[in-house]
């Protein structure tokens, strides 16, 4: 099963909603919680995850889009390390980002065509999602929701460890 660059930028862009009503708690430093998200019609079927199981990082934790379980459409990793392909990048506007290193560096992995989300971003050349250094880890997941039109969801703000 394959997916094209087109289809998931198409998705990308679709608006999100919980599949449930329930409410969550935002996950403590070695927990994670996944979100069963469909599309406004319910034709499709997508899961955000907040991921902060690493543990020897306390302050690495992942955001991501997934679809269809199986697709990463976008992936948000804040102090992770990461290593973009030498090249050739599958797109001119990635060129630059060729063998780009993430060294406990924030960093947007998005999904491309025979490559899943094995390209990455460094965050602030993402200025749409308006996150900021000062920004707690749940200002950080409102944030990466809103710029994957996830809404309507209930994922309640708890003590950050």
Request: with cysteine; proline share 6%.
């Given at each position: ?9 198409k998705l990308f862009n679709i608006r999100k909603i919980p599949v449930d009503n329930i409410v ?17 019609d319910g034709r499709y079927l997508f899961q955000a995850d907040v991921n902060r199981k690493f ?74 999602l308006n996150i900021f250094e000062a920004d707690d880890l749940y200002e950080r997941m409102e ?19």
């Amino acid at each position: 099963m394959n997916l094209s660059t087109e289809e998931a930028v198409k998705l990308f862009n679709i608006r999100k909603i919980p599949v449930d009503n329930i409410v969550v708690e935002f996950p403590i430093h070695g927990e994670a919680i996944e979100i069963e998200l469909k599309s406004d019609d319910g034709r499709y079927l997508f899961q955000a995850d907040v991921n902060r199981k690493f543990p020897y990082n306390n302050t690495k934790t992942t955001y991501q889009l997934r679809y269809s379980k199986a697709f990463q459409i976008r992936r948000l990793d804040f102090n992770g390390g990461h290593e973009n392909p030498p090249g050739p990048a599958p797109a001119t506007e990635l060129v630059k980002y060729e063998g780009m290193k993430f060294v406990n560096k924030s960093h947007v992995h998005i999904y491309i065509e025979e490559w899943g989300a094995r390209w990455a971003i460094p965050l602030e050349d993402l200025p749409e999602l308006n996150i900021f250094e000062a920004d707690d880890l749940y200002e950080r997941m409102e944030k990466f929701f809103k710029y994957c039109n996830i809404e309507s969801y209930k994922v309640t703000k708890v003590l950050l460890l």
